[in-house]
């Protein structure tokens, strides 16, 4: 099959198999997935080789839209590393995702990919990609797969609500009319990346169906701040090599110490390490917004303070008309060296022979303890990953079907979980949407049609959403 991300092999209006289901309530669809990412993707497959009749409907005219632009455009299909170490990069609502993880891990998730044909390789930190360094060839084999398991797609569909009678699903509706389905799962993920189609469309329909939203907020975003030297773009474009931030509350509570790589830019900080620290700034000031906070950097963490000190003392002997800025750049940015000069209140352009080694040690200082004020993050429309969504509470962690609603499941970023960047959230799609659309087939297969709760039996028949 051609790929629908470079043509549009299927007809969103004629599906290519069973095109009589899910025209009226006594003959639904087993499954109906709402969402082409990779949740909703892993969930079609899971519920299709399940043994049940699964649709997936998508608004948009391309699958794993989001999926394709991920990890640069190379796809980081998940992260190595032992699951106790994996857990403690999850940081919405980990214990909901636990049972989801050990069913279908980031383990399972390789050998799938594996098991497809596409050869992974791991990098840094853990992070798994496909050798081919292409996102494509990830997505494109998801869709072929299901397609080939008989998965129909149905295209450029927006789904309006979840249609429901006595807190059981009974479908979708669309702007073409009702789709019945014994099961709905809906994976249409956050608010991020609004232009791959992720756009909140699903809470309205769980508050109606009397599901709890967490207020989304931005996470995994880069940082903003109203420093004079970020505000004046004195260090836009530097980017610093496996440096550490300690995020801290007015100056004295530590909220969460990061190491990785960083990118001054006009606004704030970004790059990796920025990114693993915005959730814990979101978080703080979604509780409190008057406190103050703080990124505090470590520019030179494999070196302590003393052997700083102990090296720019040595120079003073050996090199004692050399500028101390001067010197300083051996190890830092030479626009960085002004700001940390700055910091220290010590005028570096002269002979370090008559600096003080006072002044030495608060100059170390300074490299060692940068000091950024925070003023927030980006809004969410530039977030990689969506904090906030459906409240887990109101979600069974054993099979992602919904506490409020019988047949309704969920996966993905669509519920209040996420995670750090470096594959952690691809795998909470995929092991949430596996679980999800594993556990809708089997309660489907168990339904019987057409003596279920969506038949229309008469005038006392009223469908949430829909009236008949």
């Given at each position: 099959m051609s790929s629908p991300h470079t043509s549009n092999p299927i007809d969103p209006r004629n599906p290519p198999a069973r095109t009589h289901m899910g025209?009226?309530?006594?003959?639904?669809?087993?499954?109906l997935i709402i969402g082409g990412g990779p949740a909703g993707l892993m969930a079609s497959?899971?519920?299709?080789?399940?043994?049940?009749?699964?649709?997936?409907?998508?608004?948009?005219?391309?699958?794993?839209?989001?999926?394709?632009?991920?990890?640069?455009g190379r796809c980081n299909v998940t992260n190595a590393k032992p699951l106790p170490e994996f857990m403690e990069n999850v940081l919405g609502n980990p214990r909901f995702t636990f049972s989801a993880l050990h069913r279908f891990s980031?383990?399972?998730?390789?050998?799938?990919?594996?098991?497809?044909?596409?050869?992974?390789?791991e990098e840094d930190r853990g992070r798994v990609f496909p050798v081919s360094d292409k996102a494509a060839t990830v997505v494109h084999a998801l869709v072929d797969y299901a397609q080939s398991s008989g998965v129909t797609f149905l295209l450029e569909t927006p789904v309006t609500e979840i249609l429901s009678r006595k807190s059981q699903v009974c479908g979708v509706q669309t702007r073409d009319g009702p789709i019945w389905a014994r099961?709905?799962?809906?994976?249409?993920?956050?608010?991020?990346?609004?232009?791959?189609?992720?756009?909140?469309?699903?809470?309205?329909?769980a508050r109606q169906l009397g599901h709890r939203v967490v207020e989304p907020y931005p996470t995994e975003v880069p940082i903003t701040s109203d420093t004079r030297w970020i505000t004046e773009k004195l260090l836009q474009g530097i980017s610093l090599r496996d440096v550490t931030i300690q995020v801290r509350q007015d100056?004295?509570?530590?909220?969460?110490?990061?190491?990785?790589?960083?990118?001054?830019?006009?606004?704030?900080?970004?790059?990796?390490?920025?990114?693993?620290?915005?959730?814990?700034?979101?978080?703080a000031l979604r509780k409190?917004?008057?406190?103050?906070?703080?990124?505090?950097i470590d520019t030179l963490p494999n070196t302590s303070v003393s052997e700083l000190e102990a090296w720019l003392l040595a120079e003073k002997f050996t090199s004692s008309r050399r500028y101390l800025s001067t010197l300083l750049t051996q190890r830092l940015p030479e626009r960085l060296v002004d700001v940390v000069l700055e910091q220290a209140q010590c005028n570096g352009h002269q002979p370090i022979l008559q600096i003080s080694d006072r002044i030495i040690s608060t100059v170390c200082q300074a490299c060692k303890q940068l000091q950024v004020h925070i003023v927030g993050t980006l809004p969410l429309a530039k977030a990689t990953v969506t904090g906030g969504g459906i409240a887990t509470q109101d979600i069974n962690p054993r099979t992602m079907e919904s506490?409020?609603?019988?047949?309704?499941?969920?996966?993905?970023?669509?519920?209040?979980?996420?995670?750090?960047?470096?594959?952690?959230?691809?795998?909470?799609?995929?092991?949430?949407?596996?679980?999800?659309?594993?556990?809708?087939?089997?309660?489907a297969l168990a339904t019987p049609v057409p003596e279920n709760n969506c038949r229309d039996t008469g005038s006392d028949t009223q469908f949430r959403g829909l009236s008949t």
């Amino acid at each position: 099959m051609s790929s629908p991300h470079t043509s549009n092999p299927i007809d969103p209006r004629n599906p290519p198999a069973r095109t009589h289901m899910g025209t009226s309530p006594q003959n639904p669809w087993d499954v109906l997935i709402i969402g082409g990412g990779p949740a909703g993707l892993m969930a079609s497959i899971s519920a299709q080789e399940t043994g049940a009749h699964t649709i997936l409907v998508e608004k948009g005219l391309r699958l794993g839209r989001k999926l394709a632009i991920s990890g640069g455009g190379r796809c980081n299909v998940t992260n190595a590393k032992p699951l106790p170490e994996f857990m403690e990069n999850v940081l919405g609502n980990p214990r909901f995702t636990f049972s989801a993880l050990h069913r279908f891990s980031n383990q399972d998730v390789q050998s799938f990919f594996e098991v497809l044909g596409i050869q992974l390789k791991e990098e840094d930190r853990g992070r798994v990609f496909p050798v081919s360094d292409k996102a494509a060839t990830v997505v494109h084999a998801l869709v072929d797969y299901a397609q080939s398991s008989g998965v129909t797609f149905l295209l450029e569909t927006p789904v309006t609500e979840i249609l429901s009678r006595k807190s059981q699903v009974c479908g979708v509706q669309t702007r073409d009319g009702p789709i019945w389905a014994r099961t709905v799962v809906v994976a249409t993920g956050g608010c991020s990346v609004p232009q791959t189609g992720s756009s909140g469309d699903a809470y309205p329909w769980a508050r109606q169906l009397g599901h709890r939203v967490v207020e989304p907020y931005p996470t995994e975003v880069p940082i903003t701040s109203d420093t004079r030297w970020i505000t004046e773009k004195l260090l836009q474009g530097i980017s610093l090599r496996d440096v550490t931030i300690q995020v801290r509350q007015d100056k004295k509570k530590v909220l969460t110490t990061e190491r990785g790589d960083l990118l001054f830019t006009h606004f704030g900080l970004s790059g990796p390490v920025a990114l693993r620290c915005s959730h814990y700034i979101s978080t703080a000031l979604r509780k409190d917004a008057s406190h103050s906070l703080w990124a505090i950097i470590d520019t030179l963490p494999n070196t302590s303070v003393s052997e700083l000190e102990a090296w720019l003392l040595a120079e003073k002997f050996t090199s004692s008309r050399r500028y101390l800025s001067t010197l300083l750049t051996q190890r830092l940015p030479e626009r960085l060296v002004d700001v940390v000069l700055e910091q220290a209140q010590c005028n570096g352009h002269q002979p370090i022979l008559q600096i003080s080694d006072r002044i030495i040690s608060t100059v170390c200082q300074a490299c060692k303890q940068l000091q950024v004020h925070i003023v927030g993050t980006l809004p969410l429309a530039k977030a990689t990953v969506t904090g906030g969504g459906i409240a887990t509470q109101d979600i069974n962690p054993r099979t992602m079907e919904s506490k409020r609603c019988e047949g309704l499941f969920f996966a993905g970023e669509v519920m209040d979980i996420h995670a750090h960047t470096g594959g952690y959230n691809i795998t909470l799609a995929f092991s949430t949407g596996h679980l999800a659309g594993q556990q809708a087939a089997l309660m489907a297969l168990a339904t019987p049609v057409p003596e279920n709760n969506c038949r229309d039996t008469g005038s006392d028949t009223q469908f949430r959403g829909l009236s008949t």
